[in-house]
C-alpha cells in the first residue's frame, strides 16, 4: 500500500466547507484512493473512493490531483456529527486483489465547531 | 437491515481466560476481517477470510483464533497467550477480497 500523508487536527465552523488534504505520492496507477471516517467508540464509516476522477456521494466529494499523488475530501457543509477522525487510505485494489490490509494511519481529526 | 453486527459491545474479563468475540453479517460478503485498536491508533489487522472455511493470518494473529465454518459468522477468540489483549476489536466484510470494507461498530474487552 502507498503511504499516506494527513495533518493530525483541522477546524472547521458548522455551516461551512470542510477540506481534508491527503499526500499519497507513492501511489501506483492500480491502487484507489478511499475515505473512512471513525466516531469515537464506533467502527469506521466509509465514505467515498476513488481512482482518478473525482467522485461524490451524498456524503462528500473527492477530488484527486492529476498526477494522482494527493487528493481532498470536501464535506460540503459540516455540522456537528462530522466531528469525527478521518482516514486516507491508497492501495486497496477493489478489483479482487488482496486489499485486506487497509492501511489505517492515525488520520486527520476534524473538529466542527459552533 | 443489513449490516455487521458485533458483539458484545463490551466484555470485561480476568487475565489468563479465553474470550470469544462474535461477528455476524447478513451482507451476503464472501470475506470477513477481524482489526485491532489501540487508543488513538490505526487499525491492525488480525485475521482475515476470504471464502468459507478459509482463514489467513495477519500481521498480528499471534494470541488469537478465528473459524470460518457459516459464510455470515467469523467469531475471534483471544486466547490467554495474547500477552495485550486490551483493545477495541473491529470486524468487517467486503463482497471479495480487494472490494470496499465495511465495518462493524466494534466489541471493547477490558483484560484485568
Known amino acids: 500500500d502507498a503511504k499516506t500523508t494527513q495533518p493530525p487536527s483541522m477546524d472547521c465552523a458548522e455551516g461551512r466547507a470542510a477540506n481534508l488534504p491527503c499526500n499519497h505520492s507513492?501511489?501506483?496507477?492500480?491502487?484507489?484512493v478511499y475515505w473512512y471516517r471513525q466516531i469515537h467508540s464506533q467502527g469506521p464509516q466509509y465514505i467515498i473512493h476513488g481512482l482518478k476522477n473525482n467522485e461524490t456521494n451524498e456524503m462528500a466529494s473527492l477530488i484527486i490531483t492529476e498526477d494522482r499523488k494527493s487528493s481532498t475530501l470536501i464535506l460540503p457543509h459540516a455540522t456537528l456529527r462530522d466531528t469525527a477522525v478521518y482516514y486516507c487510505i491508497a492501495g486497496a485494489t477493489n478489483s479482487g486483489g488482496s486489499n485486506y490490509k487497509l492501511t489505517f494511519g492515525k488520520g486527520t481529526l476534524l473538529t466542527v465547531n459552533p | 437491515d443489513g449490516g455487521i453486527t458485533q458483539s458484545p459491545k463490551y466484555l470485561f474479563r480476568k487475565e489468563g481466560q479465553n474470550v470469544t468475540l462474535s461477528c455476524e453479517q447478513n451482507l451476503n460478503h464472501d470475506a470477513m476481517y477481524w482489526y485491532r485498536q489501540d487508543p488513538g491508533q490505526g487499525l491492525r489487522l488480525i485475521y482475515y477470510?476470504?471464502?468459507?472455511?478459509?482463514?489467513q493470518k495477519g500481521d498480528i494473529a499471534e494470541g488469537y483464533s478465528v473459524s470460518r465454518e457459516k459464510k455470515e459468522s467469523f467469531p475471534l477468540t483471544v486466547t490467554s497467550a495474547q500477552k495485550n489483549p486490551t483493545a477495541f476489536y473491529l470486524c468487517?466484510?467486503?463482497?471479495?477480497?480487494?472490494?470496499?470494507?465495511?465495518f462493524g461498530e466494534g466489541s471493547w474487552l477490558t483484560v484485568v
Open positions: 477470510s476470504q471464502i468459507v472455511n478459509d482463514f
Open positions: 468487517a466484510s467486503s463482497v471479495f477480497t480487494g472490494n470496499t470494507i465495511y
Open positions: 507513492t501511489i501506483s496507477g492500480n491502487e484507489y
